[in-house]
């Protein structure tokens, strides 16, 4: 806006002091003509006597008087003659009359005013007179400008000038404190109260100002925007609070809900599990009751009880796996547990025809746990991985690997894999994809508390027909650190 101001002071100034300098030169021009024909009357009684002779006689003696007036700069006298114009007399060194000049010289012979021309820079006047021989001539004579007038209009011109610039300057003043006071001071107001919005800072307004304009209707606009802002901030901060609650709560009742429907579905496992050799030991039981039975019958009933009684044991036993085991940690070779735990499956692995590709390194720095909890979370990992291979054609390959300072090893196979849906329960307890009475659904599941305990993970990656791979996650402590110590180490995990 200041710009635009100033630009219009500019161009106002121009066109004033443009019309000043064209009045000027106007004024100028016709004081200078007012000049030139009275300085030719003047200088036409001048040169002749008062009997009508035409004074001096010849023409030197004119051409002394010419070069001692004063008001004359230089001439060119000229007469009419049949071939043309002819010079009489110059101090010029002009022998012909110039081209530009002929009209000039003619126009003059044809009247008897005075003609002037040549500007304010160069004043001349034509005019014609009897000369010495009584002789009809034109005179052009180069008069002397009047500097007086041109200094007086530049003076005044300057004047104007550095008036027009000292009211342009304090326009352009008075126009920005008042800008500043009506339009960029509240606006600066307005910016910073957005950017304490912004901050979720509602508690101070802008100041609005007393007058009624749009700036100032603007501001109380924002201002009743903030207090809304204000209101719907605690309304929401309120709702999130009341929220949060209602999740929390809801948490903890989806938390104890699935408490239960993970003991209901233990209990039933636990029922599916002990029953089936239960009712057998049952049925025994009532046939020795009967007394009817020979000594080798009754030898092999109580060999079926005896045997259901060790399989409810050992049922009872893998049960136990998942609470935290207290254990005194001592370093554990990692390819010893492998080699032993492939030793207890070697010779099912024989009969299907497996093929094992042990890629333990055996002189690597050992963790810290208990071996045979180890030991029995590996077994039962390979003894899925067993079954899970087609008969004569199973690869299963074991390989480890240290990083960040864990152990990580991995036991990979080329079975039939898992679905998604059968890879997302395979670690619920009693969850098996076997046919019935071939597993427990308790092999992972038991693996999986193991390495629990010993503040490790346990991650399946699994896709059907393209075989499984269980890495087992373990802190491997190095030099001075301190091992995990039974269940607390656990509990740290």
């Known amino acids: 806006m200041i710009g635009g101001v100033t630009g219009v002071m500019i161009l106002v100034w121009a066109l004033v002091t443009a019309n000043l300098m064209i009045d000027s030169y106007a004024r100028q021009a016709a004081h200078l003509e007012d000049e030139a024909i009275r300085l030719g009357r003047l200088f036409e009684a001048w040169i002749s006597e008062p009997g009508g002779e035409t004074s001096p006689k010849t023409w030197p003696a004119f051409n002394v008087r010419l070069a001692n007036s004063g008001l004359i700069d230089g001439w060119l006298i000229a007469a009419l003659e049949s071939e043309g114009l002819a010079v009489r007399s110059s101090n010029t060194g002009e022998s012909a009359v110039p081209p530009e000049e002929t009209a000039l010289f003619r126009r003059a012979f044809a009247t008897e005013q005075v003609i002037s021309s040549g500007g304010p820079e160069r004043p001349r006047a034509y005019f014609r007179f009897v000369g010495p021989g009584r002789e009809t001539v034109v005179a052009r004579l180069d008069l002397k400008p009047d500097l ?43 910016v910073e109260g957005s950017r304490r919005v912004s901050e979720g800072d509602y508690s101070r307004p802008i100041p609005a100002p007393a007058r009624e304009d749009e700036v100032a209707t603007m501001i109380r606009a924002f201002n009743s925007m903030m207090e809304k ?9 309120s709702d999130i609070q009341k929220a949060r609650e209602r999740i929390t709560d809801t948490e903890r009742k989806l938390f104890h809900a699935q408490r239960l429907s993970t003991t209901g579905t ?29 000594a080798e019958k009754q030898a092999q009933y109580l060999e079926l009880i005896s045997d259901g009684l060790a399989r409810v044991k050992a049922i009872v036993q893998k049960i136990l796996h998942f609470r935290p085991q207290a254990f005194q940690p001592v370093p554990v070779s990692l390819r010893e547990i492998v080699d032993r735990a492939v030793a207890f ?31 029995q979370a590996i077994l039962n990992i390979l003894m899925n991985a067993v079954d899970a291979v087609e008969t004569g054609q199973g690869k299963i390959r074991i390989s480890d690997r240290r990083e960040g300072g864990r152990a990580h090893i991995s036991i990979q ?81």
């Open 229 to 237: 802002l204000e209101a719907y901030h605690e309304t929401l901060k």
């Open 345 to 375: 499956l070697d010779h099912k692995a024989s009969r299907r025809g497996v093929q094992y590709a042990i890629e333990v390194e055996a002189a690597a720095a050992p963790v810290v746990g208990d071996p045979l909890e180890l030991q």
């Open 266 to 294: 233990l209990a039933a496992g636990i029922a599916h599990e002990i029953n089936n050799p239960l009712g057998g030991m049952m049925n025994a039981a009532e046939v020795l009751k009967s007394g009817k039975l020979g």
């Open 148 to 190: 007086k007038i041109s200094s007086t209009i530049m003076g005044t011109l300057w004047t104007s000038v550095a008036i027009l610039v000292l009211g342009a300057l304090t326009l352009v003043l008075l126009t920005y404190m008042l800008i500043n006071r009506m339009v960029i001071a509240p606006l600066t107001s307005i």
């Open 413 to 493: 196979d080329n079975g039939m894999g898992m679905t998604p849906e059968e890879l997302e329960r395979c670690l619920d307890p009693f969850y098996t994809t076997k046919e019935a009475g071939e597993g427990s659904g308790l092999g992972l599941p038991v693996a999986a508390s193991i390495v629990e305990n010993h503040g490790g993970r346990l991650q399946i990656k699994s896709e059907k027909g393209r075989g499984t791979t269980v890495t087992i996650d373990l802190p491997a402590p190095r030099g001075n650190e301190a091992p995990p110590s039974g269940p607390a180490g656990a509990a740290n995990s």
